[in-house]
């Protein structure tokens, strides 16, 4: 039995509709950027850094954007150790 999969998700964006994340840095001699297009129809995200863009961006709907925030205030994706540990 074959699985169908779901029309992927995602809408039209440009360079200049990504905001790149206040906590772009250099962690271990890698760029760490993420850069973040809201749009009506849902939020793009994507690496600043990689040249390729358009193929790498995720597309999720404004509902799936919201759970994720929320689990994010709500420390539901802090991994074991603290994200400190993982981060030195």
């Not at 992927?8 to 509709?17: A, E, I, L, T």
């Not at 973040?36 to 509902?63: C, M, P, Q, W, Y």
């Amino acid at each position: 039995m074959s699985e169908k999969h779901p029309k992927q998700f995602c809408f039209q964006v440009s360079d200049q509709d990504f905001q790149t994340s206040s906590h772009t840095g250099r962690n271990n001699s890698a760029w760490r950027c993420v850069s973040v297009a809201v749009k009506s129809e849902g939020i793009a995200v994507r690496h600043s850094r990689d040249s390729k863009k358009r193929k790498t961006t995720l597309f999720f709907t404004n509902g799936e954007w919201a759970a994720f925030v929320k689990g994010v205030k709500e420390d539901q994706f802090d991994p074991v150790g603290g994200i400190e540990t993982h981060l030195q």
